[in-house]
């Protein structure tokens, strides 16, 4: 893992590979961590990096309060250190509106984008009590307890827990929580036909709160693929690794 001054803040990162850039974005709490099986496995054909935001993982936080926007610069300060001018933009989760922010401000850079499991607005009672309650645990300072459950919820084995519990726990409470809190009102819906760059959206079909959020973002965006993974909720990244790695594969070989 490297790491890179933003204005002062350390920003870590891991790359490997070689070829078409892929950068990978992970919600509250989590961090790079989050992407291991597609680090291991899309690095055999692709350029992969993944990033800790401002105050998750390893990066530090800032006096900054944590947007979209800011994560966004982030990205692009990552991309210049590598000297990439382009990548695919890969979000999961609320990673997922960080990925829309970066195609819909930063299109020049951008080749395409992969959203798992990513909304484009909170818009049903249910994420927004879950997001509520992530955001005022975080306020209470209840950051191992977040971690332990997140991490739990988004590993398959023992040692893909322990892995995202070590960098979860880390985690500064008041990045988590503006984290959680932008999350709640961002909404580019109404923007995203501005979007020119193809985009593959990937959800598990056992994650039906999430499928509507998917139908939305696929009917208003003017070029994109929906695919459906069966036998999986919401942790695709790490419990149906094998068959999204598949379709990333093949979505960012049939661009080039």
Not at 30 to 42: G, I, K, M, P, V
Not at 167 to 194: F, G, H, I, M
Not at 200 to 208: F, M
Request: aromatic share 10%; glycine share 6%; with cysteine.
């Amino acid at each position: 893992m490297a790491s890179i001054d933003a204005n002062g803040v350390s920003l870590h990162y891991i790359v490997r590979g070689k070829g078409a850039p892929l950068i990978f974005i992970h919600p509250p709490v989590l961090s790079s961590a989050n992407f291991t099986y597609q680090l291991d496995e899309l690095s055999k054909y692709f350029t992969v990096i993944a990033f800790d935001i401002r105050g998750h993982g390893k990066s530090q936080p800032s006096a900054q309060t944590l947007t979209y926007s800011l994560v966004v610069e982030d990205m692009k300060k990552i991309l210049n250190h590598l000297t990439i001018e382009k990548a695919f933009v890969c979000g999961y989760s609320a990673g997922g509106s960080i990925a829309l922010e970066f195609l819909l401000t930063a299109p020049e850079r951008s080749l395409g984008g992969i959203l798992i499991g990513g909304i484009s607005e909170v818009n049903s009672r249910w994420l927004k009590n879950v997001i509520s309650l992530g955001a005022s645990c975080a306020r209470a300072g209840a950051i191992p307890t977040l971690a332990c459950s997140i991490s739990w919820s988004n590993s398959d084995t023992m040692a893909m827990f322990r892995q995202l519990w070590k960098d979860a726990k880390k985690a500064d409470k008041k990045s988590v929580e503006e984290y959680y809190q932008y999350s709640l009102t961002y909404n580019c819906t109404n923007r995203l036909w501005s979007i020119s760059s193809p985009v593959l959206l990937v959800y598990g079909k056992n994650d039906i709160p999430f499928h509507a959020y998917g139908r939305l973002i696929h009917q208003k965006l003017p070029h994109s693929e929906f695919a459906m993974i069966p036998n999986v909720k919401h942790q695709i990244p790490t419990k149906a690794h094998g068959e999204l790695n598949r379709l990333i594969k093949r979505f960012v070989h049939a661009q080039q």
